[in-house]
């Protein structure tokens, strides 16, 4: 369980960087090449949905300055440890104002280690 959680530190170390530098490439490092996303908040009737090969370039470049943190509440070990689902909540600090959100995530462990399969953000606002 402790490599899961030193992946999770990694990745989102990886956003802070792929903030800073506008360039998502360290991000996807972490992704599956089957990677599916969806985000959503409650004005939305339906999740939008993303794949491997969205503008992560583009997302990251709509953002000034910025930082993520995330903050496990439970970790799921699944598939005789070749899967966790995990669940926790993660905080955008945008230009000095709070996000939130609740995320789900599934983590494969493929042949270049941990990658992320699947994930679900839903804001909180």
Same mark, same amino acid.
């Given at each position: 369980?402790?490599?899961? =959680?030193?992946?999770?530190? &990694?990745?989102? =170390?990886? @956003? !802070?960087?792929?903030? %800073?530098? &506008? ?6 490092? $972490?992704?599956?090449? !089957?990677?599916? +996303?969806? @985000? ?5 009737? &339906?999740?939008? *949905? /993303?794949? /491997? ?8 470049? =709509?953002? +000034?300055?910025? #930082?993520?943190? $995330? ?8 598939? !005789?440890? &070749? ?6 909540? *993660?905080?955008?600090? %945008? ?6 959100? =609740?995320?789900?995530?599934? @983590?494969?462990?493929?042949? #270049? ?13």
């Amino acid at each position: 369980m402790d490599d899961i =959680q030193n992946i999770l530190k &990694k990745y989102f =170390q990886a @956003w !802070n960087n792929g903030l %800073i530098s &506008k360039d998502g490439d360290e991000i996807r490092r $972490f992704m599956s090449k !089957n990677f599916v +996303g969806y @985000w959503a908040h409650s004005n939305m009737e &339906k999740p939008d *949905e /993303y794949g /491997y090969d969205y503008d992560l370039d583009g997302v990251l470049q =709509q953002y +000034g300055q910025a #930082e993520k943190s $995330f903050v496990p509440v439970s970790i799921v070990e699944r598939k !005789n440890r &070749k899967e966790c689902l995990v669940l926790g909540r *993660e905080t955008n600090v %945008i230009e000095g104002k709070p996000y939130t959100a =609740q995320c789900m995530f599934v @983590w494969r462990d493929e042949e #270049e280690g941990w990658k992320l399969l699947r994930e679900y953000i839903e804001l909180e606002r």
